[in-house]
DNA sequence: AGCTGTGAACAAATTCACAGCA
DNA sequence: TGCTGTGAATTTGTTCACAGCT
């Protein structure tokens, strides 16, 4: 590394089993002087992160690039471009300390302390995602579920009363909540959205199969189940050279 | 266009209200010569489809770039490019003809026939998936629901009975199911794929969040729900600029 | 005149291949 | 010796800007 400097990290004493959730005494955020890291590379660090999990699950010390990128399901020179951004947390000939590689990546994406979440729409998908343990053991915490339809209030989903979607400005504000979630069907969700930026959340990820205009500094991804799956046909159909139920409605 | 040549397709008589699933007499699989699309541009086309198919709803008959692209949500000149790559279907001074277009987008993905699919793992997320109308709106049809837990077995989700995961060669055999979907807890998923691919399944989509080795020319696409909301968080932290619940757990 | 389709310019991402350090 | 970290080369994707058709 020649240009960049990994900035008020000194690497000692930062290196704890139980590292991720515990404030350690130092700042928790990078603050990388110039460096921006690619989005390519930003994508993947959820992954890396993952990989690292399961090898310290598995009591895994210490491992190569070619190691951690075959968990990854990555090429290592892929792997060791992308943590290059992140600083020069490896030691030549060795490998790199699981543990603390994990920390690295864990306060780099920001999930060394807890991320408020909101979900709209409270259906069949917002019930998995209420539900779903992913979320919880990653740092996000869901501080309330709402919906519009008053059949649905006071309903228990996932230990959380549903609430009415009215009450959204006031659980974004007083619980400081900069990332919603909305799971509604996809004429409900720009109006959804809209209400989530003026509340003041900043990051939102949409379920629903619309596109969604938010204001310049607002962050939107989405996730379309059915797009992934036409994507797939897309493949499965130049693969079979040519169409797999032709005509075949019997 | 110079070099390309849309074969066996002649523009006319194509088009009909309803033509997406109604097979016309000729043949579905375009079999471009040379070229091919981009992946880029391949994970856009359902994105296109489901923007003229608004359009469609709303009783749009022609549509320029630009105003396809807002609907989309790129820019004009990618959508352009990536329209270029299907072959020539607009009209120059003009546009583009809306149900045309679309019918031409749902036959280069394959969506101009129904898809069988089947889905592993009935937990909170495999309910949401079975119950999930944008699937059998677009062309797959869910034929089977399958888990390995003897107590969901019977249960009626989506006006379907789940049934034994061991009945997935049969279902898989007799339906010619070419893709699959796992929704089952990480640890299991691996396992699933391998039999799936050995059933004969050749398009995966995982929801699992674990990286699934599988053969050469079986496709894998995954959607992990918290590495979305990882990415939010990244940026979010930028944006803050610093760390926004640091240290605040009252 | 207006809008598509596309080469050419540009930018981002990936891969190669090896210098440099433990 | 063996592995990381990284410039340079390559590939892939995006944007520009305009020729060419309606």
Known sequence: ????????????GVVRADGLRSPVGHADVPARPGREIPEATVARLPVYL???????DGGTATCSSEELAGAAGVNSAKLRKDLSYLGSYGTRGVGYDVDYLRYQIAREI???????????GIGNLGHALAN?????????RVVALLDAAT??????????????????????????????VIATPAVAAQDVADRMVA???TS??????????VPD???????DLSIELQILAYHEQRKTGQLPTEGASA
């Open 1 to 12: 590394m020649t240009s960049r400097t990994p900035a008020g990290e000194t690497p000692t």
């Open 50 to 56: 993952r990989a690292l999990t399961a090898l310290v």
């Open 110 to 120: 920001g999930l060394t302390h807890d991320w408020p979440v909101v979900i709209v």
């Open 132 to 140: 779903y343990s992913g979320f919880r053991s990653r740092g996000f």
């Open 151 to 180: 059949t649905r209030h006071e309903e228990l989903v996932a230990g959380l009363e549903v609430r009415p979607f009215d009450e959204l400005e006031d659980i974004v504000g007083t619980q400081s909540v900069a990332i919603g």
């Open 199 to 201: 509340a003041g959340i």
């Open 204 to 213: 939102i990820l949409n379920f629903a199969p619309t596109v969604l205009s």
């Open 217 to 223: 500094g607002v962050d939107v991804r989405k996730v």
